[in-house]
């Protein structure tokens, strides 16, 4: 069912349900109200009928003729009956001998009065002490009247019930309307919205209320959806790219080594290449791994010297092609040797310090790379700073984000792993790792190792 539909029937079925049970009340008040006075108005002309027929003895005659005249005027459709201690008619009408029993007549005179309801009047009696004697004077009006009014009142209240209900089912359809207008343009803008335009939001409609929020978070689901998709995107990027060099190098090997026999040693030779190559992959399968997270095994006690570390880095920088012309000024600031000597895996504590230095190779603008270890309150601190081109403040909370690369990258290759994966390795070493960066004023990454 949709929600203009339900929204509709709600507030429908609320006001039949508020409307029947407030008509009901009122029923039952106005039934009971109407009663009661027309029990009163009885019980008056069963006083006056009795002062009618018993005291016209003892009244003055100008003063029953008054007493006559009030009685005429609300004698009509009204029967009366004066009963005496025999229980016989001595006065007015012989009322209905199956109401007005010998048990009804004892009854006013034990409770003075008596007053109920047949099927079709209304009777009230009351126990009256004359000089005459003691007599039940009784009333009998019809009910004709009283059926009338409550069947015209529950008529009216049910016409009311029904023009209310229609009142109600257009009002509801309306406001629903209105009220749903902003998720209909929701509907058509989700609706638009294809897997290669994750990136565009919903416009924000301004209900401030919670069509307003519901906008929010899905805008900010499509935008998690949109990195999602470009880290998948960068994820096939990264691994064509890492594997396509040592495949297609296995590749060669075999298809030259299969031309013509071999010697042994040449064997021996092409095997080594290859299983180099095959070494190449298992790497960049582990460096996945540990990007994963499913790769975490427990971090080697072991210690290292963190000069030689930067020492086995720069000669491994100086070697890649690309980074022949790169500038690295390694400095110690260190009185104490000791302090050189850190705990941990060195293996994934050189990887992450060694793709620090490889960005900041890469983003130097072939400026120098000043690379210092120092004392800071007794532990070593290992800074990595650049003049290069810098990290604009809005990318600056996204770097450690796995394959995401910064807006002002230009032409320099990379794959958006390198920041986020020394993060992972960092953190398993127990390793503080922090980077402040401007734009177009370079990049300096603090490394404070713990101590031992």
Aim: charged share 25%; proline share 2%; glycine share 4%.
């Amino acid at each position: 069912m949709k929600i203009r539909n339900r929204l509709t029937l709600i507030s429908s079925l609320t006001f039949g349900v508020v409307f029947v049970t407030a008509a009901f009340i009122i029923y039952i008040a106005f039934y009971q109200s109407s009663e009661k006075r027309i029990f009163n108005d009885l019980q008056r002309i069963c006083l006056l009928s009795a002062i009618y027929y018993l005291e016209k003895d003892e009244l003055p005659i100008d003063q029953h003729k008054q007493i006559k005249e009030q009685y005429n005027e609300n004698i009509q459709d009204v029967e009366v009956g004066v009963y005496n201690k025999e229980n016989n008619v001595a006065y007015g009408d012989n009322l209905s001998t199956n109401s007005i029993t010998p048990q009804i007549l004892n009854k006013a005179r034990e409770n003075r009065k008596v007053m109920f309801k047949s099927k079709d009047h209304f009777y009230f009696g009351i126990f009256y002490q004359d000089n005459q004697g003691d007599f039940v004077v009784f009333v009998k009006a019809t009910d004709r009247d009283f059926k009338a009014q409550t069947h015209e009142l529950m008529i009216i209240m049910m016409i009311v019930l029904l023009a209310g209900l229609l009142v109600i089912y257009i009002l509801s359809r309306f406001l629903s309307k209105v009220a749903y207008k902003p998720i209909n343009t929701v509907i058509k803008q989700v609706n638009e919205i294809e897997a290669s335009s994750l990136d565009e939001t919903i416009v924000n409609v301004n209900t401030h209320d919670e069509v307003q929020k519901l906008i929010e978070t899905y805008n900010n689901l499509l935008q998690r959806l949109s990195n999602t998709f470009k880290t998948q995107k960068n994820f096939i990027n990264y691994i064509s790219h890492e594997f396509k060099t040592p495949l297609a190098s296995i590749s060669g090997h075999l298809e030259v080594f299969a031309q013509k026999e071999r010697s042994p040693e040449e064997y021996q030779e092409m095997t080594g290449k290859v299983l180099n190559n095959v070494y190449e992959i298992e790497q960049i399968l582990n460096t996945l791994m540990i990007l994963s997270g499913l790769k975490a095994e427990a971090v080697g006690k072991e210690t290292f010297r963190a000069d030689e570390m930067l020492w086995d880095i720069s000669d491994k920088i100086s070697n890649v092609k690309e980074f022949a012309n790169a500038k690295l000024r390694i400095t110690l600031k260190i009185e104490d040797e000791k302090l050189l000597t850190v705990k941990g895996n060195e293996s994934e504590i050189g990887m992450a310090a060694y793709n620090i230095i490889e960005n900041a190779v890469k983003y130097s603008e072939n400026e120098p790379v000043e690379i210092t270890l120092l004392n800071s309150d007794n532990q070593l601190q290992l800074t990595i700073k650049d003049s290069g081109r810098g990290i604009n403040a809005n990318d600056l909370n996204h770097i450690r984000e796995t394959f995401y690369r910064g807006s002002n990258v230009g032409n320099v290759q990379g794959s958006g792993i390198g920041l986020s994966l020394a993060s992972i390795l960092f953190a398993k070493n127990n390793v503080s790792f922090k980077i402040n960066s401007k734009e177009n004023e370079g990049t300096e990454a603090v490394i404070t190792f713990p101590k031992l």
